[in-house]
């Protein structure tokens, strides 16, 4: 059910607005139809008793030889006049049929004041076709075409003799009025622009909220929401902001605190390193100089962490070709291998520094736990892909999302001592983000790590 809900509120709403409208509308037409129907109804009746209180009073007035040649001169399509018993009519069970019956008496009693006593049942136009026609001979059924609702009005003359009247009412059905529909028509079409409009304005302002918290979540300096519009809206987009300004507050202070923390370590691992070179004994000297190397290492990574948050690196356009083809060179350097396949179409305007970091931390993890490396590279209309595939183990499926964790390692680099922080994949989607991209990571179905680096093209 849920889910052939259309799933935008702007269509929901439409769907809400619309739905109950044209039902509200279909209800009314309805309830006027019925009542016009009802106002036909009741001025035919009036026509109908009309004529048969004229006929009783004339009936009264002839004397008993000329009546049958006027009940002859009567009889019509909607109305048949007979003279003597004929056995009663078959009530119907209909109850519309019956509340009209009622009212026909009713607007007889009125037209004859109120004598003499006047019997109306709503009868079967079938039966009573047959039964007039077995008691008066010449009778053509055909005469009368199948009716609806039909009436026999049964009653004495004052000199005793019964008359029955049977009223076929016309089974004309009237047509809709057209001006009636053509109203409707201009109405729902107003209601339906106004509401789409009404709607269009109400969704709006959500959709820009929603994308400039996108854009939060991937550039925490982006500019500001504008704070116009309705009370709600502005409102919004003032907390929006007031929330904006005290996150990069915060990430300001948390990033400072830090950088100065690991900044102020340097020096002392400087002095300590100074006294470590005056150790005596060789196998002290170098464990100690190791440690301290690492633990400057690690200040320096964390330095470069803090920085990806909040890096003021003007943006640049880059050959990312020649950047892997010289990252590919320093890799043969030091004798690991790295294989580049691929173009990229135009050159890619990006922090060139945070780029090369980025780049370099994928392809030091691929020759560092895969062995080798391969870099493909896709340019497309609207994102450039660097893919950096290696050899190695690959990442449990479960640890695929952690290894972006600061400081977060797998057991195995862990225990295998190979070195590092830990920090390397976070700098690294880091920076993906700073530029709009991001970067992801999957096992391949050969064995080994693939890493995506996606980065949107903007035409
Ligand atoms: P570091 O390499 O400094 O430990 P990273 O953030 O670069 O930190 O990587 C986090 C962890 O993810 C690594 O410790 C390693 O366990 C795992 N990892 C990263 N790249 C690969 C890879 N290509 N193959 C297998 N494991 C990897």
């Not at 019925?34 to 009073?57: C, G, P, T």
């Not at 982006?222 to 987009?237: K, M, Y």
Request: with cysteine; glycine share 6%.
């Amino acid at each position: 059910m849920m889910r052939l809900l259309p799933q935008s509120l702007f269509s929901r709403m439409v769907l809400i607005l619309l739905g109950g409208l044209i039902l509200v509308q279909s209800i009314s037409v309805v309830f006027h139809l019925r009542e016009r129907d009802r106002l036909l109804f009741h001025s035919n009746s009036m026509e109908s008793a009309q004529r048969i209180a004229d006929a009783i009073r004339m009936l009264n007035s002839l004397a008993s030889a000329d009546r049958q040649k006027f009940v002859t001169a009567l009889n019509s399509p909607t109305l048949l006049v007979s003279l003597g018993v004929i056995p009663s009519s078959q009530a119907l069970q209909n109850p519309e049929a019956h509340d009209q019956a009622d009212s026909f008496r009713m607007m007889l009693g009125d037209l004859l004041g109120g004598t003499p006593p006047i019997e109306v049942v709503a009868s079967d136009p079938e039966w009573r076709l047959g039964q007039l026609s077995a008691n008066t001979p010449g009778l053509a059924r055909n005469t009368f075409p199948q009716k609806k609702n039909a009436f026999t009005v049964e009653t004495r003359l004052q000199d005793g003799t019964v008359v029955s009247f049977d009223v076929f009412p016309s089974d004309e059905t009237f047509p809709l009025p057209r001006r009636l529909l053509l109203n409707l028509q201009i109405l729902l079409a107003a209601v339906i622009i106004l509401s789409l409009l009404a709607v269009r304005l109400a969704t709006r302002p959500l959709n820009t909220l929603a994308s400039a918290a996108e854009k939060l979540g991937k550039d925490i300096n982006s500019p500001p929401l504008i704070e116009t519009g309705p009370t709600e809206v502005r409102r919004a987009a003032h907390a929006f902001n007031t929330m904006q300004s005290r996150l990069v507050n915060y990430i300001q202070d948390r990033t400072r605190i830090l950088a100065a923390m690991s900044h102020d370590l340097k020096t002392p691992i400087t002095r300590l390193r100074l006294r470590a070179e005056l150790l005596e004994d060789d196998d002290h000297r170098i464990r100690f100089v190791k440690d301290l190397e690492e633990m400057e290492f690690m200040v320096t990574a964390t330095l470069d962490f803090m920085r990806g948050v909040d890096n003021p690196e003007p943006v640049q356009p880059m050959d990312i070709m020649a950047l892997l083809e010289s990252l590919q060179a320093d890799a043969a350097e030091i004798g690991q291998q790295v294989c580049l396949d691929g173009v990229a179409a135009r050159p890619y305007p990006c922090k060139p520094a945070a780029m090369k970091r980025c780049l370099g931390n994928l392809i030091d993890n691929a020759v560092k736990y895969g062995k080798n490396a391969t870099i493909t590279v896709d340019d497309h209309h609207k994102q450039l892909q660097i893919h950096i595939l290696d050899n190695g183990q690959g990442i449990p499926e479960a640890e695929l999302e952690r290894v972006f964790e600061p400081f977060y390692r797998l057991e195995s680099s862990r225990s295998r001592d190979t070195g590092g922080t830990g920090l390397g994949l976070g700098i690294a989607r880091n920076i993906a983000q700073m530029h709009g991209g991001d970067l992801l990571l999957r096992n391949r179905p050969c064995g080994g790590l693939e890493a995506i680096l996606t980065l949107p093209r903007r035409s």
